[in-house]
Each structure stands twice: as structure tokens, then as C-alpha cells.
């Protein structure tokens, strides 16, 4: 229903910065709450952050807390991730998700549609 895309990957410098977008079809984003999480390799896929659908709440994984920062503009459909600091294993692929629902779940299980991923590198 929702087809989601994102963008803004690459490779930069430990402490460097990067914006990650996420951009919505299909169905309008405003009404659905999204996230982002990433995998790297040999590791399970991993929440990131959440976002409501109004995105006055959002919701961090403890080790991004205070280095990103998640957003979303409703009337672009496109969800966003401010990295800062970013460290080596801040390194995998970054996807975003949207659901149907609350915030506050964290799971990927509980997330129905993703996108391909962006690969995000962070070098020492």
C-alpha cells in the first residue's frame, strides 16, 4: 500500500554528519507512524527511531540518542534522519518503515512496509 525510498547514504569521516530521506507513495505518510532501522553485517536488523504520525513524538534507540534526530514533513510525504557524530559502528544499511499505528513499537515485525535501504558507511 505504502511504497517507501530512501536516500542520502555514503561514506564519511568518524564524527562527520550525514541526512538520510525517505520518501512515501502510494498512500499519504501522515497517518502512519514510521521509523527507521539498520542491519549490519552479521547482525540483525536493528531499530534506529520511530516517529508519530504527526511527529510531535519520536522515540530513540539509547545508542543514537542525542547524535540523531528523526523527522518527518507531512506535506512532502518524506521522512528524514539527521546523523551527527557518527561513529564506525554506526555502519549498515538503513531502512525506513511505516505502520498503522503507535509510535512506540519497535520491532520490524511490527512494520509493514519498507523500503530497499541505504548503505551508510563511517570509516575511523
Known amino acids: 500500500q505504502v511504497q517507501l525510498v530512501e536516500s542520502g547514504g555514503g561514506l564519511v569521516q568518524a564524527g562527520g554528519s550525514l541526512r538520510l530521506s525517505c520518501t512515501a507513495s502510494?498512500?499519504?505518510?501522515?497517518?502512519?507512524?514510521m521509523g527507521w532501522f539498520r542491519q549490519a553485517p552479521g547482525k540483525e536488523r536493528e531499530f534506529v527511531a520511530t516517529?508519530?504520525?504527526?511527529?510531535?513524538?519520536?522515540y530513540y534507540h539509547e545508542s543514537v540518542k542525542g547524535r540523531f534526530t528523526i523527522s518527518r514533513d507531512n506535506a512532502k510525504n518524506t521522512l528524514y534522519l539527521q546523523m551527527n557524530r557518527l561513529r564506525p559502528e554506526d555502519t549498515a544499511v538503513y531502512y525506513c518503515?511505516?505502520?498503522?499505528?503507535?509510535?512506540?513499537?519497535?520491532?520490524?515485525?511490527?512494520?509493514?512496509?519498507w523500503g530497499q535501504g541505504t548503505q551508510v558507511t563511517v570509516s575511523s
Open positions: 516517529i508519530s504520525w504527526s511527529g510531535a513524538s519520536t
Open positions: 518503515a511505516a505502520r498503522n499505528g503507535a509510535y512506540w513499537y519497535t520491532s520490524p515485525s511490527d512494520f509493514g512496509s
Open positions: 502510494g498512500r499519504i505518510v501522515s497517518d502512519h507512524s
